[in-house]
Antibody, heavy 116, light 107 residues
Framework: QVQLQESGPGLVKPSETLSLTCTVSGGSVFNSYWTWIRQPPGRGLEWIGHIFYNGGSANYHPSLKSRVAISVDTSKNQFSLKLDSVTAADTAVYFC?????????WGQGTLVTVSS | DIQLTQSPSTLPASAGDTVTITCRASQSVSTALVWYQQKPGRAPKLLIYQASHLENGVPSRFSGSGSGTEFILTISSLQPDDFASYYCQQFNSYPRTFGQGTKVEIK
């Protein structure tokens, strides 16, 4: 059974870069798409983007495209999210998930607060 | 972007009730739509894919229907475990978008 676990700082200062890693266990990052989704406190879900395991076919939400990058490290069986120039509006629970269309496997989510 | 509008936003209900949640798309998504259930502090769980296909392990009291721009999630004989939030999501085009969610709460 594939399991995903997000990790990274829970507090990021405004204008800095948010960096999160998702570690995949019980399976391989190979031959799958890997997705990031976020959920501001008390609000709905927002798709951030996804990428194929080989780094190809990356797609990002247009509203974040200039600030976001998703990458995969096959040697560590991990994939990562970087979001530049964060503001308070980026405060959210960030979920990693496996899939291109159907997201059957999710991490538990990690809260990232943007505050000085 | 394709906008998904769910109604209602909140749905008071009792155990044993049959409830329906509607998801309307701003343009056709064919049947490229899924439904997720989310409980507080938890990740979403896939319930229905391709608009009407029940995910493995999901109770048969959940069902989905629709195509194009209008979709319905039905929960028959609501169980205590079903009080949660429900989201539709389309994958017909980029960016993938979610409905704003429907919270099924105890009446």
């Amino acid at each position: 059974q594939v399991q995903l676990q997000e990790s990274g700082p829970g507090l990021v200062k405004p204008s800095e870069t948010l960096s999160l890693t998702c570690t995949v266990s019980g399976g391989s990052v190979f031959n799958s798409y890997w997705t990031w989704i976020r959920q501001p406190p008390g609000r709905g879900l927002e798709w951030i983007g996804h990428i194929f395991y080989n780094g190809g076919s990356a797609n990002y939400h247009p509203s974040l495209k200039s600030r976001v990058a998703i990458s995969v490290d096959t040697s560590k069986n991990q994939f990562s999210l970087k979001l530049d120039s964060v503001t308070a509006a980026d405060t959210a629970v960030y979920f990693c998930a496996r899939g291109y269309e159907l997201l059957r496997h999710w991490g538990q989510g990690t809260l990232v607060t943007v505050s000085s | 972007d394709i906008q998904l509008t769910q109604s209602p936003s909140t749905l008071p209900a009792s155990a044993g009730d049959t409830v329906t949640i509607t998801c309307r798309a701003s343009q056709s998504v064919s049947t490229a739509l899924v439904w997720y259930q989310q409980k507080p502090g938890r990740a979403p769980k896939l319930l229905i894919y391709q608009a009407s296909h029940l995910e493995n392990g999901v109770p048969s009291r959940f069902s989905g229907s629709g195509s194009g721009t209008e979709f319905i999630l039905t929960i028959s004989s609501l169980q205590p475990d079903d009080f949660a939030s429900y989201y539709c999501q389309q994958f017909n085009s980029y960016p993938r978008t979610f409905g704003q969610g429907t919270k099924v709460e105890i009446k």
